[in-house]
């Protein structure tokens, strides 16, 4: 079983303060390090048997090794003061050869650009391969909704009527640019989205001009699932060629949904749970091709949870001194690449790190900002290392503040939890993945193997 080893190591006399979250050799996962070298990071079914929890839960890093364990939080906020008393500013950094004092990431003021997308709805919606600006200005306001309604009582509802009044006069205006956006192919359906998001909106005002605030949040939700719905069908098949190298490998051409059916065995609060995961194959076809294909083998079903530790869950070690998925064809273990999509590339780069390829700027198209965001574990130090093992990210913390953290162009995600997410925190080590099951997108998956393995 996996288990994580947390150390910290720092040193005055050298240049880099590393924070090595190193394992076992059944687990693999993450290794960071700052650097101040220079001055300058529906139509399925989910539930959950919920009870309030009786105390509360404070989750933090710890290891196997009691006298090791420390409060991460604590430890992130001293780092920081220490690194700022010698550089003025932190910086991020992963140092990898003799001319690494170069190679530093902008102060955080420069890569927080806005308010981050934390939604995984909306990150999904804005991963697609599309432009159409008229589509997401109706999208927006809709999504904006759901700041207006942290405002206290039915003064809320205010500013949700801006949000529905700028949405409409968008879809009114741009409808003719929404359509000849669609693929000729998808046009028709797409067109019967639209026409449902038009009702929609009329009967939101309904909701609004009766000042029912509970009513807002689910016809919002119900809106935002035509506007994907008809971004989907703007995208006219699979927007580019895979490399050569990989071509043959298990490949999802577009996006797939898996429903990840767990058993809680010593959760008084939570006996089962069905987290609803969106996998897209568009931004990470080799990484999520690999996840739906092993689903198929039924590989997932009957694991434990192997890492829980307020911080990420992670699965994917199989018993025995494999790491990783052996595939009974040839015997070995099935490794893929590293694959990440930067924002404003139309296809992955694949084998390094962005950091290794010097886009320190570079934001990826599907970041580390969402609570249950999906990512392929892999060894320390090799990138293309990654097979079976994968991890959900449970918080943000001072190393993971979303569009400014230090897992974005290290790790590939190629999904979101997108139903059931908050429900990941209780998971413990032991609890059981009963199954996992392909809902929707498996005709998206080119050269399964699991067929050929029968």
Not at 162 to 171: D, E, G, I
Not at 305 to 328: K, L, M, N, S
Not at 365 to 381: C, I, S, V
Not at 433 to 439: A, D
């Amino acid at each position: 079983m996996a288990s994580s080893i947390i150390s910290l190591h720092y040193c005055a006399n050298f240049p880099t303060t590393p924070i090595l979250f190193h394992s076992n050799k059944h687990s693999k996962f993450l290794n960071y390090q700052f650097s101040h070298t220079n001055v300058g990071l529906r139509s399925f079914t989910t539930r959950c048997s919920y009870q309030p929890p009786q105390q509360p839960h404070h989750s933090q890093f710890h290891d196997k090794h009691k006298e090791k364990s420390f409060c991460f939080k604590q430890c992130a906020i001293s780092i920081a003061l220490a690194v700022g008393l010698i550089t003025g500013v932190p910086t991020f950094g992963w140092p990898n050869n003799a001319g690494a004092a170069n190679s530093v990431l902008p102060d955080l003021s420069v890569l927080i650009s806005g308010p981050p997308i934390k939604d995984p709805g909306a990150l999904l919606r804005y991963a697609l391969p599309i432009d159409n600006k008229a589509i997401r200005e109706v999208q927006k306001p809709l999504e904006d909704i759901t700041d207006s309604l942290k405002i206290a009582g039915v003064k809320a509802l205010d500013s949700v009527e801006r949000n529905v009044r700028q949405a409409s006069r968008a879809l009114k205006q741009g409808k003719s640019l929404i359509v000849s956006g669609l693929a000729e192919s998808k046009k028709e359906h797409g067109v019967e989205l639209l026409d449902k998001l038009e009702t929609g909106m009329d009967e939101l005002e309904l909701i609004l001009q009766d000042r029912n605030r509970d009513a807002v949040g689910p016809k919002q939700k119900e809106l935002l699932q035509y506007v994907g719905g008809v971004e989907e069908d703007m995208v006219d098949g699979f927007p580019y060629e895979v490399p050569e190298e990989y071509q043959n490998m298990p490949l999802l051409k577009g996006r797939a949904a898996v429903d990840m059916k767990v058993k809680i065995k010593d959760n008084p609060n939570l006996e089962e749970c069905v987290f609803h995961i969106v996998l897209d194959g568009y931004n990470a076809p080799v990484t999520a091709g690999n996840f739906i294909d092993l689903v198929e083998r039924h590989f997932y079903d009957g694991m434990e949870i192997q890492r829980a530790d307020g911080f990420v869950v992670q699965t994917g070690d199989p018993e025995g001194p494999a790491e990783g998925f052996i595939d009974p064809s040839t015997e070995k273990m099935r490794t893929i690449p590293l694959e990440i999509t930067v924002d404003g590339e139309k296809a992955p780069v694949y084998g390094e790190t962005l950091e290794e390829l010097g886009l320190y700027k570079a934001q990826t198209k599907l970041p580390f900002n969402a609570f249950g965001t999906m990512a392929m574990a892999r060894d320390e130090f090799e990138d293309n290392s990654g097979s079976s093992q994968v991890f959900w990210l449970l918080k943000e913390s001072e190393l993971t503040p979303s569009n400014a953290n230090i897992l974005d162009g290290r790790y590939a995600v190629f999904g979101y939890v997108t139903k059931n997410e908050d429900f990941l925190a209780d998971l413990k080590v032991g609890d059981v993945i009963e199954s996992i099951q392909v809902v929707s997108g498996l005709d998206n998956l080119a050269n399964p193997s699991y067929k050929i393995a029968g």
